[in-house]
């Protein structure tokens, strides 16, 4: 099964990766589309630091994930700054199989033409491009 990917950089904007993010869990659920949509959620830092503040960042960041649960106003507020210097991409694998072509390109057709995908440099990926190994390492490598 031939994989495509769609990749949406949405720069420093958190909060529309997870409004992306959740139209795509709707999506997931109301097409039951279990293991031919899957999703991941790149975090990369806009200015690599070096030394302890490079340690420091990735300690704050691997606390952030782990922590799911609702924070207070002012824990968001003190989050801010360090979530606006990562950038956010948001990275969509499609995988259907040989006889569902037609609604494979469907979904290649709607995803990046939705409001909230349009806005964040959709690009599309297919097996045969020079970028597909690249792509599909980074999708594999985030958990």
């Known amino acids: 099964m031939a994989h ?50 490079g340690e420091l960042a990735k300690a704050e960041k691997a606390t952030k994930g782990k922590s799911k649960g609702k924070t207070s106003k002012a824990a968001a507020t003190a989050e801010e700054p360090a979530s606006s210097t990562e950038d956010v991409r948001l990275l969509v694998r499609l995988g259907f199989s040989g006889h569902e072509k037609l609604s494979e390109e469907r979904w290649v057709q709607r995803i990046p033409s939705e409001e909230l995908f349009r806005d964040a440099s959709p690009q599309i990926v297919k097996p045969g491009e020079p970028e597909f190994a690249v792509t599909e390492k980074r999708f594999e490598d985030l958990d």
Do not use: C, M
């Open 4 to 53: 495509i990917y769609l990749v949406f950089a949405f720069a420093n904007d958190e909060e529309r990766a997870q409004q992306a993010r959740h139209k795509l869990e709707s999506w997931k659920q109301a097409f039951r589309l279990d293991k031919k949509l899957l999703y991941k959620i790149e975090r990369t830092a806009a200015e690599p630091a070096a030394g302890p503040d």
